[in-house]
Structures are given as C-alpha cells and as structure tokens.
Nanobody
Framework: QVQLVESGGGLVQAGGSLRLSCAAS????????MGWFRQAPGKERELVAA????????YYADSVKGRFTISRDNAKNTVYLQMNSLKPEDTAVYYC?????????????????WGQGTQVTVSS
C-alpha cells in the first residue's frame, strides 16, 4: 500500500511560481511511475506531467511545456512539480498519482494510488 500526500498549493498571481510536493509512504515508491494530474471546475481531469520510476523519462502536456518541471527524489520518496509563469487557466486541484506502469499509459488515469489533492489558484 502506498499513501500519497500533496503540499505546496496556494494562491499566486499570474506570472508567479509554485512548487508542489508529493510525499509517498511505502518501500516501493522508487519502482512507480508518478504523475501530476489536475482538474478544474467543470472540466475533465487531465495529466499535466509524468516521470518514470528512474526519472529518465518525462511527459508534459502541451499546455505546460516549458513552464512546468517534474522531478523526483527516490531517497526522499518525493515527487515535485515546479510551476513557473503560472496562468489563470492553471487554476485547478492538482493530484499526484502513481503505479507500476509506463508513463505513456498514465493519461488514462487508471492508477492505483492517488493523493487527496491540493488547490492551486492563479489570479489575473
């Protein structure tokens, strides 16, 4: 069993930055691909960024390429999402999720482990 706890959300002005963290419990974290999803009111959940278990492979949605960076520290059982140049349209609840899958399959969202979510609000 893996438990995921997100932190780092908040209110920021457009153009600002936030760093989200997702702390995982469990000994198998380092074998899981991890992803950050987001869901805005009235919209479907979308995969924002993903990283392989080793950190060698990453994925970014077109809407965040060049602005967001996903990384992980397996020694600390933590995955991060650095968000720069934030826009009002980035406002959403952000969730981290993980499983023993390839990152190419993560967009479908069929992952076993999810965090509770953290709110990110970007004001214009």
């Amino acid at each position: 069993q893996v438990q995921l706890v997100e932190s780092g959300g908040g209110l920021v002005q457009a153009g600002g930055s936030l760093r989200l963290s997702c702390a995982a419990s469990g000994r198998t974290f380092s074998s899981y691909a991890m992803g950050w999803f987001r869901q805005a009111p009235g919209k479907e959940r979308e995969l924002v960024a993903a990283i392989s278990w080793s950190g060698d492979s990453t994925y970014y949605a077109d809407s965040v390429k060049g602005r967001f960076t996903i990384s992980r520290d397996n020694a600390k059982n933590t995955v991060y999402l650095q968000m720069n140049s934030l826009k009002p349209e980035d406002t959403a609840v952000y969730y981290c999720a993980g499983d023993q899958v390839k990152i190419a399959t993560m967009a479908s969202g069929g992952l076993r482990y999810w965090g509770q979510g953290t709110q990110v609000t970007v004001s214009s």
